[in-house]
């Protein structure tokens, strides 16, 4: 291969496709897989869905300009129209539109800077676990991970709120604790000492992707809202996985029943055509003529294949199918942990779920067993061999996460379900016990 050393997915998971319909993928062996990556969450509507691929033909054959930058052309128009009708309702009357490149990245990148001009900020908060992106500015709100090490200069500035959750609580404490300990570090930004003198935003995930799949608490979620507001700056909802019915509801942040100020969106939006949009409180639509621009942003086929992902999404109830697929998903994954003692706990929400692998044998940390890196990274290859496609994240690297099609069935979600138990089975087979690890000594 004669491309870069950053490629990660096909060194990680050594399969070539060729062809892909649903949840299915085909490697060029002739073998099938059930997929649960889905393009990193980006297949909403699975591979290759028939009314993304009839929008995109039927634009191809209008004669319609394939690029136009930000001219209004038919198509586009009535994707601002779609993706407005399923805004929450403040956005809706107040929101403003902003197309961007086509990368999450990219529109991260936009509202940041957005926010600094609004408000003459220069320090954002972001949370612990976050991950918005890999260029410059996305990069410095990520708070982890390969972004951070990496011997860049970053910026802008950023400080970092812990995320509340029940199994490893970053203050130990877990529960309602746990969150009003949360909710106090964040209502700690607005006192004078606070160490954050010139803020611009704030910004989060409502449900940690590459964190680990971790939902936000209702109240910590609110916390964040109120925060923002007594601060005042926009509260950007990063909901470029998370987003586009992958938890049930349209967007992650109706779970907190909150309204950000800017939103990102992306992944799902195009089920596989490349768009990003900000949408933008008006209050902060300060741009002036020219100040985020970008060639590929006016890209007519992605525009018609986002529009057919809102309508068929709303036509079929899509929220309400998410919600119970999802309910069997995750209760066939807790199954699956009840049985094997290297999952040390089961989470997510909607079609975003994970599963977190430890070592039931070494010293306990605070309170929970310690994460295990590379029993994770053999289950996931352990999975490919049982025909499942799956990717591991989380903030130590431990977390295997299921990122179906939201349009996966239940013959594909019984065989990932049954492909996943097989390869933890397997791969518990295969670790050393104690009395083996003893002998040795």
Not at 356 to 367: C, H, K, L, M, T
Request: proline share 7%; charged share 20%; hydrophobic share 45%.
């Amino acid at each position: 291969m004669r491309e870069s050393s950053a490629a990660t997915y096909s060194r990680r998971l050594p399969i070539r496709p060729v062809e892909a319909a649903g949840a299915r993928l085909r490697d060029a062996d002739g073998r099938w897989y059930v997929d649960c990556l889905a393009a990193a969450g980006a297949m909403s509507l699975g591979w290759n869905h028939p009314v993304v691929r009839e929008a995109v033909i039927k634009t191809l054959e209008s004669g319609e300009p394939w690029q136009s930058l930000d001219f209004h052309t038919p198509t586009r128009e009535r994707f601002v129209e779609d993706l407005v009708s399923i805004l929450p309702p403040g956005l809706a009357r107040q929101g403003r539109v902003h197309l961007c490149s086509p990368s999450g990245a990219s529109a991260v990148e936009a509202a940041l800077m957005l926010a600094e001009i609004a408000t003459g900020g220069r320090e954002h908060i972001g949370v612990q676990g976050g991950f918005h992106g890999c260029t410059r500015a996305a990069r410095a709100a990520s708070s982890g991970g390969g972004l951070r090490r990496q011997p860049v200069v970053l910026a802008p500035r950023a400080t970092f709120l812990p995320y509340p959750q029940d199994y490893r609580c970053p203050f130990g404490a877990g529960g309602e604790r746990g969150v009003d300990l949360a909710v106090a570090a964040a209502e700690n930004l607005t006192r004078p000492h606070s160490g954050v003198t010139a803020p611009a935003s704030v910004l989060a995930e409502f449900v940690l992707g590459e964190g680990g799949v971790i939902p936000a608490p209702y109240r910590w979620g609110k916390a964040l809202r109120d925060i923002a507001s007594r601060l005042d700056v926009p509260l950007i909802a990063d909901e470029v996985q998370a987003g586009m019915f992958r938890t049930g509801p349209a967007w992650a942040f109706q779970r907190c029943d909150v309204e950000p100020d800017m939103m990102v969106i992306s992944k799902g939006l195009g089920s596989g055509l490349p768009i990003a949009v900000l949408v933008v409180r008006e209050r902060y639509d300060v741009w002036e003529p020219g100040a985020f621009t970008g060639t590929f942003r006016g890209n007519a086929m992605a525009f018609a294949a986002a529009g057919a992902v809102i309508r068929f999404a709303v036509e079929t109830d899509l929220s309400a199918r998410v919600q119970a697929m999802g309910s069997v998903f995750l209760d066939g994954l807790r199954s699956v942990a009840a049985q094997c003692e290297v999952i040390g706990d089961v989470r997510g929400v909607g079609l975003m779920l994970a599963a977190e692998i430890v070592d039931p044998a070494a010293p306990r940390q605070r309170g929970v067993p310690a994460p295990d890196v590379q029993l994770a990274d053999r289950i996931q290859q352990a999975c490919l061999q049982h025909g499942l496609i799956v990717e591991t994240g989380g903030q130590y690297g431990n977390v295997v996460r299921f990122l179906p099609p939201l349009t996966i069935d239940e013959v594909d979600m019984s065989a990932a379900l049954s492909a996943f138990e097989a390869a933890v089975r397997q791969v518990e087979r295969q670790r050393p016990t104690d009395s083996m690890l003893l002998g040795a000594r």
